[in-house]
């Protein structure tokens, strides 16, 4: 059977939706002409790319993300990163986090200040494009994964009228400390799903206890089949104790499973 088209009136969680995701979320990873062309090809018919560049010592180059609707629908997918670029952000637990949105809990830094250089132009699109009663989703793979996660909280707590229909993830790591997830997971029942690839590292990072993942996990083991649970699995052990270097290590089991092609596979052959 062939994968089921983008459904542009979806509403709810379905994982073919999680598989266009997913592909949304691959797609931020292109050049801009490359994402205009594919999302024309998707029936959106306006897009918006958002690009912030940092100065030394932000050890990023840059945040990108773009915004596409239709009549129907809205999505914001946030670009990720290799874990080699981010190495320093997921295994160091020294740095203070910052407050979190409206107040709430408290932020991973390093992601916080990635987001600020880009969530004021992310706003105001869509104040822009919600112009017809558009179901919004925010996604994301690796770094672009807990942007997107961020932005559809912060969104949410500075305007609860602003609540997305959909927060999904793929190789994210963790964002914020206990009482923001907590939060983020009574606000986003049934609205915000995390993907995780079998032993992709980046999911593990940074370290407990400061930092923690909201509540629904989806898995997908090593025979590549997605399973639906709310808590850990046996096989996933979603904790940094005793991680070295090696576990950055390119031909390694943990980056491996993180490349956002194995997720698009994964979802793709659940569907099929």
Same mark, same amino acid.
Do not use: Y
């Given at each position: 059977m062939p994968v089921p088209p983008l459904d542009h009136r979806a509403t709810g969680y379905n994982l073919a939706h999680a598989y266009w995701l997913a592909r949304a979320s691959d797609l931020a990873y292109k050049d801009e002409a490359t994402i205009e062309r594919q999302l024309r090809e998707w029936g959106f018919d306006r897009v918006r790319h958002h690009r912030s560049t940092f100065t030394p010592p932000f050890p990023l180059q840059d945040t990108q993300a773009y915004t596409a609707t239709n009549e129907h629908m809205i999505i914001t997918a946030f670009r990720g990163t290799e874990p080699a670029d981010i190495r320093d952000w997921l295994t160091d637990a020294t740095t203070p986090p910052r407050p979190g949105p409206a107040g709430t809990g408290h932020v991973h830094h390093g992601f916080a200040e990635a987001l600020d250089s880009v969530f004021p132009k992310v706003k105001e699109t869509l104040a822009e494009f919600h112009d017809n009663?558009? !179901? #919004?989703?925010?996604?994301?793979?690796? #770094?672009?994964?807990a942007l997107a996660m961020l932005a559809g909280c912060r969104l949410y707590m500075e305007d609860p009228e602003l609540l997305a229909d959909g927060v999904y993830t793929y190789g994210q790591p963790r964002t914020c400390d206990r009482? #923001?997830?907590?939060?983020?997971?009574?606000?986003?029942?049934? &609205?915000?799903? &995390?993907?995780?690839n079998n032993n992709d590292i980046v999911p593990q990072l940074p370290p407990e206890p400061v930092f923690h993942h909201?509540?629904?996990? &989806?898995?997908?083991?090593? !025979?590549?089949?997605? &399973?639906? !649970? !709310?808590?850990l699995l046996g096989g996933l052990t979603d904790r940094a104790r005793g991680l070295t270097a090696d576990a950055f290590a390119p031909a390694g089991d943990g980056i491996r499973d993180h490349f956002m092609a194995g997720y698009v596979t994964a979802l793709e052959r659940n569907l099929v």
């Open positions: 009663g558009q !179901t #919004l989703w925010f996604t994301g793979h690796s #770094l672009g994964g009482l #923001l997830a907590t939060s983020c997971n009574k606000a986003f029942k049934n &609205r915000l799903f &995390r993907f995780v909201v509540d629904v996990l &989806r898995h997908i083991d090593s !025979t590549g089949k997605v &399973r639906e !649970t !709310t808590s």
